[in-house]
């Protein structure tokens, strides 16, 4: 499996975890404005992680 096929493969599971923490976020009575910042917390921090990965930082 190529360094390619490998970063793919993980940024997939990362998104996953990511949208899947996201939607538990969701479920929480939290106020309007603080679920979504957390939302979009968690997105960015998903992407530096996939981004590290592949080696852009």
Do not use: E, H, T
Not at 16 to 42: T, Y
Request: hydrophobic share 75%; aromatic share 8%; charged share 5%.
């Amino acid at each position: 499996m190529g360094p390619i096929m490998s970063i793919l493969i993980f940024a997939l599971i990362v998104l996953i975890v990511a949208a899947l923490i996201a939607w538990a976020m969701q479920k929480l009575p939290l106020p309007a404005p603080f679920g979504m910042i957390i939302q979009a917390l968690i997105l960015i921090i998903a992407a530096v992680v996939i981004a590290q990965r592949a080696g852009l930082f």
